[in-house]
């Protein structure tokens, strides 16, 4: 056994998993016991009897989602006509689709959008929220009232959120006046140090938790950067939440951000932020190998979204030069031009072997930096080969390499470690004292049907869109079950409703 001393709660459950990551690697009839707070109270190898239900499959911790706008869901493939040629015209879009949102549609959507990140494997999700005030601009009664919506909307579908309520004060560098259109984003420091205290009693619920979004570089005054770190340390509570910022999305922003403050935006975040473990730099697609070194030295996480990213023509992150560097990122979703983790981490892969001609996107295993084109640098991530990817004897499940010596098991290590940690979560583990979020992978799902050590998690990721994800817990409570979210009709209806609403009012 690898752990034997097990919490006797009589509260706590138990199930037994016949195949589970356990570190680096499958291990095989493991009991996983839950306390009531939703925590892993014990990990057990080896286990022969049976105290609970038994799971088969191949169990795996969620994946943590660093970056969501949850209202965008319903904007996704509306913004592709031949008049949006870039982020800037694309914004215009958005900012006229979220002029008609009311609360009641914020919240059917967020609820769609959350069941069916759950239903990809995306257990926790990191929702960075600027849509603050009632169309036109004024206040709601409850100046909270659209933070409850998100809260309300992930309650509904059962997922583990970070609440991430953004400082937003000006419509451009220079502190530009907010523009029409973003009349409901404006918010200031002291505004979001509010919303924190109304907010408190809903982040009681182990599954909510609340950090802080300074928006960009261009939206939030230089003052406001310096007083950050105060806030931290005073009405955030424990000095641990998360903070989350775009940054360096576009070469525009880079070039006004030099024009305005001298530096381009990374390196200014870097002079001025008190950017440490706690932060997630969101994007820094267009960030030198200096700055990124520095996001690296500091501890702070970046947060990719590669759909998004490349849906909005924003540029190719330099991933294998940042892990190399001994940077970590996680993912994130965005916009939600796609909800799944698969399809992110698919991208930025191949992204990263078309930028270097190369199969290997990774910089973090022996790699020493991007290769120029051309090159034929074969490095980066250990490759599976055929021994031991499919099942052989019985009980062998992993080949010498281990469950994540992959390209795929690469790819999830980074995003379990790096998502967790910015989003300040005890997730992306399966062991004591982390929260029991947890995917089943379908075993017999033709993507993985025969497949043993790092296949599994490279079939996952690299075989196809057909989704193998049977089974979703998220603090020790089944939300998806054999493929199904227990609430994905009702749901599904009352997004139908606000959609069709939304298209009659335009």
């Known amino acids: 056994m690898a752990e034997s001393t097990l919490n006797a709660n009589p509260g706590c459950r138990a199930w037994r998993f016949d195949r589970i990551l356990i570190g680096d690697d499958w291990q095989r009839d493991v009991e996983v016991r839950v306390d009531g707070r939703g925590r892993i109270a014990g990990v057990t190898t080896g286990v022969e009897e049976v105290r609970g239900e038994t799971v088969t499959g191949w169990a795996v911790p969620g994946v943590p989602n660093v970056h969501s706008h949850s209202f965008q869901r319903a904007l996704a493939g509306l913004a592709e006509g031949p008049g949006p040629d870039s982020f800037w015209s694309w914004r215009e879009v ?5 002029a008609r949102l009311t609360p009641d549609d914020v919240e059917a959507i967020t609820a769609q959008l959350y069941v069916e990140l759950l239903k990809a494997g995306l257990t926790c999700v990191g929702e960075f929220h600027y849509l603050h005030h009632p169309p036109g601009g004024g206040v709601y009664d409850d100046p909270a009232e659209m933070s409850r919506r998100v809260l309300a909307g992930a309650r509904t579908a059962g997922i583990r959120l970070v609440h991430l309520p953004a400082v937003y004060e000006s419509g451009g560098f220079g502190g530009r006046p907010l523009a029409r259109g973003q009349e409901r984003f404006g918010m200031d420091l002291e505004g979001v140090a509010r919303l924190h205290e109304l907010l408190r009693s809903e982040a009681r619920d182990p599954c909510v938790s ?5 928006h960009s570089l261009r939206a939030v005054s230089p003052g406001s950067f310096r007083q950050v770190a105060g806030l931290l340390a005073g009405s955030a509570g424990d000095g641990i939440a998360p903070v989350h910022v775009h940054v360096a999305e576009q070469r525009r922003e880079v070039r006004e951000c030099i024009a305005d403050r001298g530096a381009r935006p990374v390196e200014w975040l870097l002079d001025h932020a008190p950017v440490d473990e706690r932060w997630c730099l969101i994007h820094a697609t267009h960030a030198t190998g200096a700055e990124l070194a520095g996001v690296a030295q500091r501890g702070a996480v970046v ?27 996680g993912i994130g979703t965005d916009s939600h031009v796609s909800r799944s983790p698969v399809e992110e981490l698919r991208l930025l892969d191949y992204g990263q072997r078309l930028r270097s001609e190369s199969r290997a996107a990774l910089g973090d295993a022996g790699e020493k930096g991007d290769s120029a084109p051309g090159s034929e640098s074969t490095g980066g991530a250990a490759r599976s080969g055929a021994g031991g990817a499919l099942s052989g004897a019985e009980g062998a499940l992993s080949s010498a390499e281990g469950a994540l010596s992959g390209a795929g098991g690469a790819l999830l290590r980074h995003v379990w470690r790096g998502g967790s940690r910015a989003l300040a979560a005890d997730c992306g583990s399966i062991e004591r004292g982390m929260q029991a979020d947890l995917v089943v992978l379908d075993a017999d799902h033709p993507a993985l049907v025969g497949r043993l050590g790092p296949a599994v998690l490279d079939s996952w990721i690299f075989s196809g869109t057909d989704n193998p994800v049977r089974d979703v817990m998220v603090g020790g409570d089944w939300v998806v079950r054999d493929g199904r979210h227990s609430r994905e009709d009702t749901v599904g209806r009352a997004y139908a409703r606000t959609v069709r609403g939304l298209a009659a009012g335009g």
């Open 94 to 98: 958005m900012y006229s689709f979220l």
């Open 210 to 214: 609340l950090g802080w979004a300074l």
């Open 303 to 329: 947060g990719l979204c590669p759909t998004t990213e490349a849906n909005l023509g924003d540029g190719l992150f330099p991933l294998r030069a940042f892990t190399a560097g001994g940077g970590g990122f």
